[in-house]
């Protein structure tokens, strides 16, 4: 039964954060992204500015997802991005905080089952998506977020009246940091591991040390979870998600080294008694100490992460093997990569609408294994790289004809992307009607197909 009531407890988090980052994600829109692309001209204020965006929105993965999109689009540089990420890591610090100074000193019952009982009777009957809707998601979301760290908390406390887990903290630390990696990279939450922690850690069911030493595992386990997000999809990705394992990987085993001596800090220099608050301090202190280590040699990371990680998943094949002065050789690659795009857009588009000739389409395998939201990613920087080489060979080129065709490439890459953007925008609405029960919806969507 405490078993149970612990994996409810989980589930219960985890839907409370699925809930908040929906209500954010609809909210986060042109204001949002401003903030982010003025806030990234320097390293130091892009770290500024994704911490006080993870801080502000709870969320992590948003925060990922909207830097992804801009380096997609070229409005940031990947060592821009990769001050964000920083940033971000450290940001995501502040919902611990709020877990370790409220979650344990308050019968969270009474925040969260109001929460829930007045937001979720809005989240089920208005149907408006406005602002009160997205509001109420976020706040219901919250709710569940208490109401399952309550399950969290009881369990563990009852687990440990229950059972003696005191051998436990005969093993060596590096259980514990393994613990920690397995655990974020099961749940795909590093909030749920340190919830976790912490209510064992209150309930004096591990030692301070050994929390530290889980907190640790969790950063490399978040590391993880990027990366299995990349797989697949455009190198873009997998270079953000090369970088964050690599500022992770390397504090960690920093920090598991000198792991000793920062318990003796925590505990004898700055003399903080409550483990709870020590833990999320020592949390802090890591991602801070992340920051100092990599901000020196960020931009030198960022360009050679550029220049060498994943050459071989370049989301163009052609234009990157000709440069744009080899004359006719040039003009040549820009004809196929303009076809092939064209070529791609056209199984996007029967993609989307589930038609069942997929395998026949001769596109790159690696396009294939995509889900409909990566391919799109993949076409938004494909166009990015095919625009940026038909300017660049356009201004080396006199000759009125070659002109015209740079221009009637252009011009059909543009009105294809167009297309993709709205097909995109439609996919809500394409799900409804694939799925409808009324027969005329769903007629309408067959008669779309065709």
């Given at each position: ?5 612990l994996l409810c407890g989980i589930v219960f988090f985890l839907l409370g954060f699925r809930y908040i980052e929906e209500g954010i994600g609809s909210m986060t829109g042109r204001t949002f992204k401003l903030f982010l692309k003025k806030q990234t001209n320097h390293p130091l204020k892009g770290i500024l500015g994704g911490t006080l965006l993870t801080a502000l929105l709870q969320s ?214 409550d483990n709870l608050i020590a833990l999320v301090m020592y949390q802090s202190m890591i991602n801070l100490a992340c920051i100092l280590l990599f901000l020196p040699i960020l931009s030198k990371f960022g360009n050679w992460l550029d220049q060498h990680a994943f050459k071989e998943d370049e989301e163009t094949d052609i234009i990157h093997k000709v440069k744009v002065n080899e004359g ?123």
């Amino acid at each position: 039964m405490i078993v149970l009531q612990l994996l409810c407890g989980i589930v219960f988090f985890l839907l409370g954060f699925r809930y908040i980052e929906e209500g954010i994600g609809s909210m986060t829109g042109r204001t949002f992204k401003l903030f982010l692309k003025k806030q990234t001209n320097h390293p130091l204020k892009g770290i500024l500015g994704g911490t006080l965006l993870t801080a502000l929105l709870q969320s992590s993965s948003l925060v990922n997802f909207l830097v992804l999109s801009f380096v997609g689009t070229g409005v940031l540089k990947m060592h821009q991005a990769l001050a964000v990420i920083l940033g971000n890591n450290l940001g995501s610090t502040v919902s611990n905080w709020i877990i370790a100074t409220v979650g344990f000193k308050v019968n969270l019952d009474i925040l969260s089952l109001p929460l829930i009982c007045f937001f979720g009777f809005i989240v089920l009957f208005y149907n408006k998506a406005n602002k009160i809707m997205h509001w109420s998601r976020l706040l219901f979301g919250m709710g569940f977020l208490f109401f399952g760290l309550e399950f969290i908390k009881t369990s563990v406390a009852g687990s440990l009246q229950t059972y003696d887990f005191s051998f436990l903290n005969q093993y060596p630390l590096i259980v514990f940091l393994g613990f920690g990696l397995v655990a974020t990279s099961l749940t795909q939450s590093s909030s749920v591991t340190i919830a976790l922690t912490l209510s064992a850690l209150n309930a004096d069911g591990i030692t301070l040390i050994a929390a530290m030493a889980i907190v640790l595992g969790s950063e490399v386990g978040t590391s993880l979870k990027l990366g299995l997000a990349a797989m697949g999809g455009p190198s873009i990705k997998k270079k953000v998600a090369l970088a964050n394992l690599v500022f992770n990987g390397v504090t960690t085993v920093l920090a598991f080294a000198l792991i000793q001596p920062a318990y003796h800090l925590i505990k004898s220099t700055m003399l903080i008694e409550d483990n709870l608050i020590a833990l999320v301090m020592y949390q802090s202190m890591i991602n801070l100490a992340c920051i100092l280590l990599f901000l020196p040699i960020l931009s030198k990371f960022g360009n050679w992460l550029d220049q060498h990680a994943f050459k071989e998943d370049e989301e163009t094949d052609i234009i990157h093997k000709v440069k744009v002065n080899e004359g006719e050789y040039a003009h040549n690659a820009l004809d196929q990569e303009a076809h092939r795009f064209l070529m791609i857009a056209l199984y996007f588009s029967r993609k989307s609408f589930e038609l069942d000739d997929l395998e026949g389409w001769k596109v790159p395998k690696k396009l294939k294994v995509m889900d409909r939201v990566g391919l799109y990613v993949h076409i938004k920087l494909l166009h990015g790289d095919i625009r940026n080489y038909a300017l660049a060979l356009q201004k080396l080129n006199y000759d009125p004809e070659k002109q015209t065709r740079i221009s009637q490439l252009m011009e059909a890459v543009r009105d294809a992307m167009y297309a993709i953007k709205s097909l995109k925008d439609s996919f809500q609405d394409l799900d409804l009607l694939r799925n409808s029960s009324n027969d005329i919806k769903y007629g309408l969507y067959q008669k779309t197909k065709k």
